[in-house]
């Protein structure tokens, strides 16, 4: 059987979707999905820790449906800005589990993962499928990925 890693951008799934369409990702959903094509041996969904009771509830829905939820702080700027970016957290986890499965699958429409997805597909000869919103994806991440799919409306809550 198939063995496939799962790694979530929970920040841009969030925002994408909600821009474009309004809604929430239905993950459990994806999980189903996902999990007809093999053994889903790695699931981290990376997130912002902040201590409200919303949030609290939507990462204990994501590690019940199996997700392994990764929090970094919250930070609030002087400037008001925030930041709360889990690009490195991913590429670091995505190259440490890329030799022990067949398939990764990437939930985020940013571009600066098209250097990850081009490493482990050459390197470790994987499959690598991202998800995102369309219009909100960047082109070189869709033109690397083995396969992308578009996050449409049949995939919201």
């Not at 809604?23 to 981290?44: L, M, P």
């Not at 990764?70 to 889990?86: E, F, M, T, V």
Request: net charge neutral.
């Amino acid at each position: 059987m198939k063995k496939i890693a799962i790694f979530v951008d929970v920040q841009n799934i969030y925002y994408t979707t909600r821009d474009t369409f309004k809604r929430q990702f239905n993950y459990r959903e994806f999980w189903r999905r996902i999990s007809k094509d093999g053994d889903i041996v790695t699931a981290n969904a990376y997130a912002i820790g902040r201590a409200d009771d919303q949030q609290i509830k939507f990462q204990d829905a994501l590690k019940h449906i199996g997700f392994n939820v990764k929090l970094k702080p919250y930070i609030q700027r002087s400037d008001g800005s925030a930041k709360g970016d889990w690009d490195v957290g991913i590429t670091l986890d995505v190259i440490e589990v890329a030799p022990e499965v067949d398939h990764v699958v990437l939930l985020s429409g940013d571009g600066d993962f098209d250097l990850l997805v081009e490493k482990v597909k050459n390197k470790y000869g994987l499959t690598v499928d991202v998800y995102g919103v369309k219009a909100l994806t960047a082109g070189s991440l869709i033109n690397c990925a083995s396969c992308y799919y578009p996050i449409t409306e049949n995939m919201l809550l």
